[in-house]
Nanobody, 128 residues
Framework: QVQLAESGGGSVQAGDSLKLACVDPKYNYYCVGWFRQAPGKEREGLAAIDADDNIKYADSVKGRFTISQDAAKNTVYLQLNNLSAEDTAMYYC????????????????????????WGQGTQVTVSS
């Protein structure tokens, strides 16, 4: 059973950084992505990483957000730098649920429909 849990959100000032974590206590997966949704806006894909450390970023966060993983800890991280008020949102991680040995080639946060399992989210609030 997939059980993703996000942590690391909080209330910060513009220009600050945060590091979010997404963990499943039991498994590693082929693809894990990070997403966010601000009030009144559609959910936005940010970044995704596969089991071979292939990474894809949305153009909107390239150079400012960094996705990484620690397979030994079943954890995928999202480092958020130089935050602004526009980054205020609920941040979610999600996975396709396939095992890390799957060997797929599609891992991309732009393909939201392929992410079947979602965490509950962690709130990031940035004050200007």
């Amino acid at each position: 059973q997939v059980q993703l849990a996000e942590s690391g959100g909080g209330s910060v000032q513009a220009g600050d950084s945060l590091k979010l974590a997404c963990v499943d206590p039991k498994y590693n997966y082929y693809c894990v992505g990070w997403f966010r949704q601000a009030p009144g806006k559609e959910r936005e894909g940010l970044a995704a990483i596969d089991a071979d450390d292939n990474i894809k970023y949305a153009d909107s966060v390239k150079g400012r957000f960094t996705i990484s993983q620690d397979a030994a800890k079943n954890t995928v991280y999202l480092q958020l730098n130089n935050l602004s008020a526009e980054d205020t949102a609920m941040y979610y991680c999600a996975t396709d649920g396939m095992p890390a040995t799957y060997g797929g080639t599609w891992c991309d946060s732009g393909r939201q429909g392929d992410f079947r399992y979602w965490g509950q989210g962690t709130q990031v609030t940035v004050s200007s």
